[in-house]
């Protein structure tokens, strides 16, 4: 499988090299030449396989030329053995017609985990192929973080540098972060905000010198091998509901447009789904641009869904590019055109393409409220404020009652103890696997948050390309 750019001038990359490069070099993103396509029969013959198979047969056509079946079973095996539940992501039924998909089963009970701890094993495998190493630097606001620190903790030939603004995540959120001991996992608490301590990740990577010294690289949801490794849920979930045969819809919380532009992959390659059901909180952004094909920037609003309080979604333009017709240096004027006045049209193909398949909702606190007491009070379910939003938008788009709705569960609630109890009564425990996590010791470097505080505390520990 070859692997083009959304703004058409860099090189065609192969799997490996798009899973280590991340960004394309002319500022876009890597998406598939072609979509491979599964036949009803072959989608048939998923049901009753085991999640490792699904995700072997369903990622096979990605990887070909990089990784054989065997080595992709492998790396499955390992990442998904890591999950607390055998079936790694159940569905859970909440009336006749709505499902939830709980992604939340891995180490840091987040969806991220699905995709990051295969990216760990990736990561290695093509490292110690190459004898190359990496560093991963990054900010984050809470889930990313500890999930991408999980993922590579220990592993040979990465490093990982990861910026939080102190004081501004949740005391569950730093302890995931900062209680994993291993020698290559850095923790540091910058003095400022997360936009403050992106802007400092970002400095150093347009440090062009310091970049290709230590080898910096990113894991945030631009990585194509990230959204491959969630096509494999949405298959999974609807041959459990009856597809081919029947049509599935799937309601997604929002934030990046990650999540969702891989149940979108998932029905180009054939999957019959319904409707992808945007859901974003009152960061709208996407709602609008789907709605009115207004995609303009707004304040971020800070609410109690903080991985959904984004207003400019980086995934989308893999969906612009592919929805309207795939011609990527029209695209890159057009993305240009946003970067420069922060607003732009979608244009009609753009939103005929995006039309056929998506419907959108915002969902605001009160709605996001009454869904959580909704899943409580109908089927003893405690939801996470996330799912919550996913899970109103899917009940607002009053589908025909013959289509399974299912919305994707992408936290575990009891990594928003405050917000669920404050909506449900109900404080969720921690599940016992992280159970300890408030007696296990941390350990954090607190720096200023200057670019020359920071780049020297990563010179020194990082390892320098040979
Ligand atoms: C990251 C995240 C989202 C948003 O997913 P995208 O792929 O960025 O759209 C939703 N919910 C939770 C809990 C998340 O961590």
Redesign the pocket.
């Known amino acids: 499988m070859q692997y083009q750019s959304t703004r058409g001038s860099a090189p065609t990359l192969g799997f490996e090299d798009v899973t280590l490069a991340g960004l394309a070099s002319d500022g876009g993103l890597y998406i598939p030449e072609s979509w491979p396509a599964f036949t009803p029969d072959q989608i048939r013959a998923l049901a009753g396989l085991s999640y490792v198979e699904t995700a072997v047969r369903v990622m096979a056509p990605f990887v070909a030329g990089s990784l054989s079946e065997e080595e992709l079973r492998e790396l499955c095996t390992a990442a998904y053995g890591r999950f607390s539940h055998g079936a790694v992501t159940p569905l859970v039924q909440l009336d006749h017609q709505h499902w939830l998909l709980e992604l ?1 089963h891995g180490p840091t009970l ?3 985990d699905v995709a990051l701890q295969l990216l760990g094993q990736l990561f290695e495998r093509f490292l110690s192929r190459r004898d190359d190493h990496l560093t991963i630097v990054g900010a984050t606001s ?3 973080g500890s ?1 991408a620190i999980d993922a590579v903790a220990g592993r040979a030939k990465i490093d990982i540098f990861m910026l939080h603004p102190d004081g501004r995540v949740s005391d569950v959120q730093r302890r995931q972060m900062t209680t994993v001991r291993a020698p290559n996992v850095y923790n540091i608490a910058i003095d400022g905000s997360f936009d403050e301590a992106q802007a400092l990740v970002k400095a150093m990577f347009n440090d062009a010198a310091f970049s290709r010294r230590f080898n910096l690289s990113a894991v945030n ?1 631009i990585n194509w091998a990230r959204l491959m490794a ?1 096509v494999v849920y949405y298959f999974y979930a609807a041959v459990r509901l009856g597809a081919p045969e029947r049509q599935v819809a799937f309601s ?11 149940g979108y992959v998932a029905a180009k390659m054939g999957l019959p789904v319904a409707k992808l059901i945007v859901a974003t909180n009152v960061n709208d952004i996407l709602h609008r641009a789907l709605s009115e094909g207004d995609y303009s920037q707004g304040q971020v609003v800070a609410t109690a ?1 903080p ?2 309080d ?1 207003q400019v ?1 980086s ?1 989308f333009e893999r969906l612009l590019f592919d929805a309207g017709g795939r011609d990527g240096l029209a695209l890159a004027d057009q993305m240009r055109g946003f970067e420069a006045s922060r607003a732009m049209r979608l244009t009609n193909a753009q939103r005929e393409g995006a039309a056929h398949l998506f419907g959108s909702a915002r969902i605001d606190a009160d709605g996001m409220t009454m869904a959580m007491r909704w899943a409580y009070d109908g089927a003893g379910q405690i939801v ?1 404020p ?2 919550a939003i ?1 899970l109103a938008a899917a009940r607002e788009a009053a589908l025909d009652p013959s289509i399974p709705v299912v919305t ?1 569960a ?2 575990h609630p009891a ?1 928003f103890r405050d917000a669920v109890e404050r909506a449900t009564g109900t404080r969720p425990p921690l599940p016992a696997r992280v159970g300890d996590l408030f007696a296990r010791e941390e350990s954090y470097a607190k720096l200023p948050g200057t670019f020359d505080a920071v780049t020297a505390y990563v010179a020194e520990r990082a390892t320098p390309r040979a």
Do not use: C, E, Y
Request: charged share 15%.
């Open positions: 939340f987040a969806f991220k809470g889930d990313t999930a949801s969630q997604v919380p929002t934030g990046n447009f990650g999540d969702v532009f891989a869904t991985s959904m984004i979604s995934n996470d996330h799912s996913g994707l992408t936290a990594k």
